[in-house]
């Protein structure tokens, strides 16, 4: 079956705009994570969904992030009034059922531009 | 809070070689450890996952060891070849049910010359 997916594969914003990140995970996964990749940050966590619920936002680094899943599946990350800092690649993994043995498979990403 | 480093940063040798890539964790309660590679301007590919009672996993050329009590994990990879060229990343996830958190060292960015 196909692999996690993510659109918009490009995102060019002005600083202030609300922008919306989208992912598909595999199909029958259960656990979806949201990650960003900065240059010179690294990759860093942002939230973890586990069905429609999210036990794990530790990750998100202001009020200004949120993110949903409905259906256990789809999920949307939204940032509003979008910063220059928010720059970066976001990713979104998921796997089977979120315990020890399980691999995360990630998208191939979304590169946000805020100008 | 976890912190994991990467031992080089960039690694560059000539094809036919063995090589050994390193990851070290301040916080041995770990519930798995993936390591992962990134082609530029890719996402992430699995390579293994080891969970926390494991000691060592292998995939064809690969292996990669784990060892809790020292806080390393080690990435093997035999007879190197052009196309293992790229960023390799290893992932440490916490030890509880809820938390989805995996920490990410900032890689070995390896180049292997033909």
């Known amino acids: 079956g196909a692999g996690v997916s993510q659109s918009p594969s490009n995102k060019v914003t002005e600083k202030g705009k609300d922008v919306e990140l989208r992912c598909d995970p595999i199909?029958?996964?259960?656990?979806l994570y949201w990650y960003r990749q900065s240059l010179g940050q690294g990759l860093e966590f942002l939230i973890y969904f586990q069905g429609n619920s999210a036990p794990d936002k530790s990750g998100l680094p202001s009020d200004r992030f949120s993110a949903e899943r409905t259906g256990g599946s789809v999920s949307t990350l939204t940032i509003q009034r979008t910063q220059q800092e928010d720059s970066a690649v976001y990713l979104c993994?998921?796997?089977?059922?979120?315990?020890?043995?399980?691999?995360?498979?990630f998208g191939p990403g979304t590169r946000l531009t805020v100008l | 809070k976890q912190e994991v480093t990467q031992i080089p940063a960039a690694l560059s040798v000539p094809e036919g070689e063995n090589l050994v890539l390193n990851c070290s964790f301040t916080d041995s309660a770990i519930y798995n450890l993936q390591w992962f590679r990134q082609d530029p301007g890719k996402g992430l590919t699995s390579l293994l996952l080891?969970?926390?009672?494991?000691r060592e996993q292998t995939s064809g050329r690969l292996n990669a060891s784990l060892d809790k009590s020292s806080g390393r994990s080690t990435l093997y990879i035999a007879a190197s070849q052009p196309g293992d060229s790229a960023t390799y990343l290893c992932a440490v996830r916490v030890h509880n049910t809820n938390a989805g958190k995996s920490t990410f060292g900032d890689g070995t960015t390896l180049t292997v010359k033909p």
């Open positions: 199909s029958g996964h259960t656990a």
């Open positions: 080891i969970q926390s009672s494991q």
């Open positions: 993994a998921s796997s089977l059922d979120g315990g020890a043995a399980d691999t995360q498979y």
